[in-house]
DNA sequence: GCGACAG
DNA sequence: ATCTTGTCGC
């Protein structure tokens, strides 16, 4: 189990405590390596939903790959009522819960997990990313689809990649990881760095523009939905 | 006031 | 996030 943790960092009342949690936990993140001398294990993590749902549960999944062969390790799900609503900039409140549940009955850990979303490269420089790798204490890299914010824009091939600039600071990596495609926004989730962090994205690609793990986790995420 | 806005 | 088949392009 995962040690105890301020209640507001998983369950803040209102908008106003969520802010100053994340102050609290962007403080406490780790942007240096911090890994393993072999990464033999690699974890995806993602959230489902289902739209006009009054229930208003979220389908959360965590998965751990072998990084040599792709094979699934394991795999935990967990549906549940979302205590906290869908706001831009506080995605962590509403998803980590359920994917911290998913952490204790994951059979196999993984070395890092790489998260559907943003780490650094948020307004407050706490993404979903790196709210999970502070709450688990496990090292975790943002692979968002879309940019929240910040600009770039990277080469057309892949392996092109620019740093994703905000308010003249560097958060995050625009990573072409397919001809045609639209980038993926990395960035530092907690204990790796952004140039590892970008490194190891791209490795994992395979010719797709979605990171192996995080494909797996979606699929993962997407079943829980359809069961329970 | 207006536009932007991870999943 | 989710609803959804075929279709256009490399």
Known sequence: MVPDLPPHWLH????????????????????ED???????????????????????????????LDAATDAVLASSGESRKADFPYVPGYLGFREVPALRACWDRLSVRPDIILVDG????HPRGLGLACHL????GVPTIGVAKSR?????????????????????RCIG???????????????VGHRVSLATATRLVLAV?????????IRAAHDAANAARLQG
């Open 173 to 187: 990596t625009a990573l072409r990881t397919r001809r045609g495609a639209r980038p993926l926004y990395v960035s």
């Open 12 to 31: 803040p009342p209102d908008i106003a405590t969520a802010r100053a949690a994340q102050a609290e936990m962007a403080a406490r993140i780790l942007p």
């Open 34 to 64: 911090d890994l393993p001398d072999c990464i033999a294990r690699l974890g995806g993590a993602d959230v489902s939903n289902t739209r006009f749902d009054p229930a208003k549960r979220v389908h959360a999944a965590l998965v751990t």
């Open 118 to 121: 943003q780490g650094m490269a």
């Open 205 to 213: 690609t395979r010719g797709r523009r979605l990171a192996t793990p």
């Open 133 to 136: 790798g502070l709450v688990l």
């Open 148 to 168: 929240l914010v910040g600009e770039g824009e990277p080469g057309p091939d892949p392996g092109d990649a620019t740093p994703l600039m905000w308010k003249g």
